[in-house]
Each structure stands twice: as structure tokens, then as C-alpha cells.
């Protein structure tokens, strides 16, 4: 190899050894945002000056170019107060959860910022409907009825086929909850479990048993309701052993579909400032993700995407609200290619709306203090906090790569439909380095994430976006001096 600053080797591959030496800089760093939406990273969502009305025009028009599908996300923003705070690692916005007014006054902002939208959504088909957290079952048993109440307002069609989840933790579920769920139009329950284990989640401050875990998914059962259960490998603490112990209790509780992912550890929690030192390194939540990966394959299940399996065997209808949000877009059966939106409903809910070539759209997010989201309202303003235009093709096309990754395949035929690119063309190095260490499999169809590229899917993100994310913060550091 030449000598630091000799040129003698083609800039082919200095871009290619460039490559390598990012990946075997960053390797054994831990990667923030496991669980990855898109690019860019809300960091750079910076436009306060939106204007919803525009976008929701833009939208219909880019939805008679092709068809579209809806997804909603209804947020919540209360959890239970916990010692740490936030459970000592959660990243999400919320706030502490003190009493049922509280739910009825946000229920009431709720049903105002509907009618906002309106004229934009009402009557559109609905593919899924996700109650997301904060905590969604803090809820009384009565208040479900409402709350579903608002989206049919909207959505007079909701039901049948549509997949309708409400996640939640364990220790708040209970049979005349989760019943009242059932009838007012759930379908699926998320459980939030994070960790089995008494001494492990009491780390988090949070007072959940294990045997509320398994009581929930035996009452979603005779109720006649699909379960999922979230699970966090790379704890604090954590041992391969006792990961083993909680996915095969859970298996064994004949759950169809979990989340098994790793921690994502960052900001100013607990879990950051005081228990770093007693993470796993790098090293070791690898192999937790080898060995788990290979347990669930051996019990029946097969990976759905980086962090998602499903038992082989299950009849039942998984994943949709997710599924859509991973694939933007997608070929339907006569060869056209659809796309896939999400509008996020109610505080710090985050609405994704993909456009066409003439305006490549928006991510934005509401407030996510409940008090200007509150404000907002009462101002007769759309609550929107910030968001980011899609303006520039390489910001457009990296949203659509980082979200197919998480699915684990890009489609080439789907993907240059929707670019122009051949995405093997445009990341052409990166590819061969991945590929050289076994990360990924390319073929003349797809590009497909295998062994410990799966697992490295932060680490490949961030490498095919650095050069665009650089010059986004050059453009930040320009704006802010």
C-alpha cells in the first residue's frame, strides 16, 4: 500500500479503500437510531416555515400520477412517570402521565386537528391505523370507543381488512381493556416489553412483572386479538443467557410476531450519562444478534426485517402498518409502482408523504411539547413543529434506499422506477466493499442484506449518506453563522 499521501492507486480504489477504512472505522462504534425511518436524521428536519395546505395539494396531485396508499399514526403523548426518567433510555418525546383529564382534553385537541385535516383525508381508504406512544393503553376502558370514534369520523370505511394496532405496556393491560379494544376495532396489541427479567426492567424504573406479560398475551388470545412483543437486546447487564431465557419464554408463549432489537443508547438518558459502562460492547451485542438470529430461525421464524420475525407458521396478518412504512414504494401486480404515506395524527406524530417527480415531498412532525401542541390549536394553526422538503433527488433517494434496507432487499427494478438510478450503478463501491466482507448479495433483481450486514445496517446507512449528510451540516453551520 503506498505511503500516506502518494496517488499512485486509482481513484477507483482509493474511493473503494476510502470505503473500507469508514467500515472498519466505525464497526466497533456503537450506532444510534437502530431503528432507522429514513434519511435524513430529524437533526436536519429545520423548516418551521411549512405550510400544510401546499403539501396536501401536492399530494393529490402526485397521487393522480400514481396510486397511494394512507396509513395513520395516532400519537399519545403521557407515559408513566418512571426513576430514572423515560424509562432511562427512551428517546421518544412524552410527558408525565398524572390523571384521566388529561386524556379527555387531549382526545378533545385530538378530534380539533381532524377536522383541520379533513378536506385533505376524509374518506381516503385506509391500509393501516397504528396508537402509538407515549403510552396508548393508559387510556380507561371507556375512552376506546372515542378514541377509535375519531378515526371512523374521518374514516367512515375503517374495518374489515384494515390491520388496527394499539401498543402498550404490560402492567396497564387488563381483560376489560384490552375487550373494550377489541370492540371498538382493534385488531393487534403491542406489547412493550423491552426486558423479562425483574432485575433487568427494574433498571428502567419501570414496575412491570414478567407474569403481566404472559397474562396480557393469554387474554389478546382468548379475545381473539394478534400480539406482537417488543424485546431490547444489548441492556445493560445483559448476558446471551439471559436473552435466551426471554425469547424462548416468549416463543414458547406461541407469539407470532416480535421485535427483537438492540438498544439505542444516546441524548441525555440515564442508560448514556450512568450506565454506559455496564453496556455490552459492540462485540457482544453482535453476537447476542448472531445467536438470537439463529435461535428464532431454528423455533420457526423468519426475518422479516432487521429487527422484525414472524413464526413461518402463522396465518394471521402481520406486520401491515410497518410493512407500509418500509416500503415507500412498491410494484403491484401489473408492473405499476405504488406508494405508501403516513400521516401522523395528534402530538410529536411524524407525517411522511412521499411525492412524485414534479414535488419529491415532506417529512414532518408535530409539536412535541403538549403545551404548544395545545397552543397551536387553540390558535386555529395546523399543530406542525418542523419538517424537510425533499428538494434535492440525493435526499429523495436515500430516503427510499434507507427505508428498503430496513426490509433487508432493494428492489433494482422499483427503486430506478422511482429514481431514474440504478442503484447498484450509483453506490457502485460501497457495494463491491460490502460484498467482499459478506454484508450483501447482489443479483441482476435485488440487493439483499445477508450475515452481519444485517445487523451493521446503521453502519452501511451512514456510509452511502456521508458525503450528503456532510454537506448538510455545512449547510446548517452556514444558516446558523
Not at 34 to 56: E, Q
Not at 127 to 148: E, I, K, P
Request: proline share 4%; charged share 25%.
Amino acid at each position: 500500500m503506498p505511503a500516506t499521501g502518494t496517488r499512485t492507486v486509482a481513484s477507483g480504489q482509493e474511493r473503494e479503500l476510502s470505503a473500507r477504512a469508514y467500515i472498519e472505522a466505525h464497526r466497533y462504534r456503537r450506532h444510534s437510531n437502530r431503528v432507522l425511518h429514513g434519511h435524513p436524521s430529524p437533526l436536519f428536519w429545520r423548516n418551521r416555515d411549512l405550510s400544510v395546505p401546499a403539501i396536501m395539494a401536492a399530494r393529490a396531485e402526485a397521487l393522480r400520477d400514481a396510486p397511494g396508499r394512507l396509513n395513520l399514526y395516532v400519537a399519545t403523548p403521557y407515559c408513566l412517570p418512571t426513576t430514572p426518567d423515560r424509562c432511562g433510555f427512551c428517546l421518544f418525546p412524552s410527558e408525565v402521565y398524572q390523571g384521566r383529564p388529561q386524556l379527555d382534553r387531549y382526545l378533545g385537541c385530538l378530534e380539533r386537528e381532524g377536522e383541520m385535516y379533513r378536506p385533505f383525508v376524509a374518506r381516503t381508504p385506509l391500509t393501516s391505523v397504528y396508537f402509538g406512544g407515549g403510552t396508548s393503553n393508559l387510556y380507561r376502558a371507556d375512552q376506546y370507543a372515542r378514541l377509535l370514534q375519531l378515526v371512523r369520523n374521518l374514516f367512515p370505511d375503517l374495518g374489515g381488512d384494515t390491520e388496527v394496532t394499539l401498543e402498550g405496556i404490560p402492567q396497564l393491560f387488563t381483560r376489560e381493556k384490552l375487550d373494550a379494544m377489541r370492540t371498538a376495532g382493534c385488531t393487534r396489541v403491542s406489547i412493550g416489553v423491552q426486558q423479562l427479567d425483574d432485575e433487568m426492567i427494574a433498571m428502567s424504573g419501570r414496575k412491570q412483572k414478567a407474569s403481566q406479560v404472559f397474562q396480557t398475551i393469554a387474554w389478546c388470545r382468548d379475545l381473539g386479538l394478534a400480539v406482537s412483543v417488543d424485546l431490547i437486546f444489548g441492556w445493560p447487564r445483559q448476558t446471551v443467557a439471559g436473552m435466551l431465557r426471554d425469547l424462548d419464554a416468549v416463543v414458547g408463549a406461541g407469539v407470532d410476531h416480535l421485535t427483537h432489537y438492540e438498544l439505542n443508547v444516546g441524548g441525555r438518558t440515564d442508560f448514556a450519562l450512568n450506565r454506559s459502562h455496564e453496556l455490552p460492547s459492540v462485540e457482544e451485542t453482535l453476537d447476542m444478534y448472531r445467536t438470537a438470529r439463529d435461535f428464532l430461525a431454528e423455533k420457526g421464524y423468519r426475518q422479516a426485517t432487521t429487527y422484525d420475525w414472524e413464526r413461518s407458521t402463522s396465518g394471521s396478518p402481520q406486520l401491515v402498518y410497518e410493512e407500509e412504512w418500509r416500503r415507500r414504494f412498491a410494484a403491484a401486480p401489473d408492473g405499476t409502482v405504488t406508494r405508501s404515506q403516513t400521516w401522523g395524527w395528534g402530538f410529536a406524530g411524524i407525517s411522511h408523504f412521499l411525492g412524485g417527480r414534479a414535488d419529491r415531498g415532506w417529512t414532518f412532525m408535530n409539536h412535541t411539547r403538549v403545551a404548544d401542541y395545545f397552543g397551536a390549536l387553540d390558535a386555529g394553526l395546523f399543530p406542525v413543529e418542523r419538517g424537510f422538503r425533499y428538494a434535492t433527488e440525493a435526499d429523495f433517494r436515500l430516503t427510499v434506499l434507507f427505508q428498503m434496507l430496513i426490509s433487508m432487499v432493494v428492489d433494482r427494478s422499483v427503486y430506478t422506477a422511482v429514481t431514474d438510478v440504478d442503484v447498484v450503478d450509483e453506490f457502485s463501491e460501497a457495494w463491491e466493499v460490502l460484498a467482499e466482507l459478506g454484508w450483501i448479495r447482489v443479483t441482476s433483481a435485488r440487493l439483499e442484506l445477508v450475515g452481519d450486514g444485517v445487523f451493521y445496517t446503521p453502519l452501511i446507512q451512514s456510509l452511502l449518506a456521508r458525503e450528503r449528510v456532510q454537506e448538510l451540516r455545512r449547510s446548517e453551520f452556514v444558516r446558523s453563522g
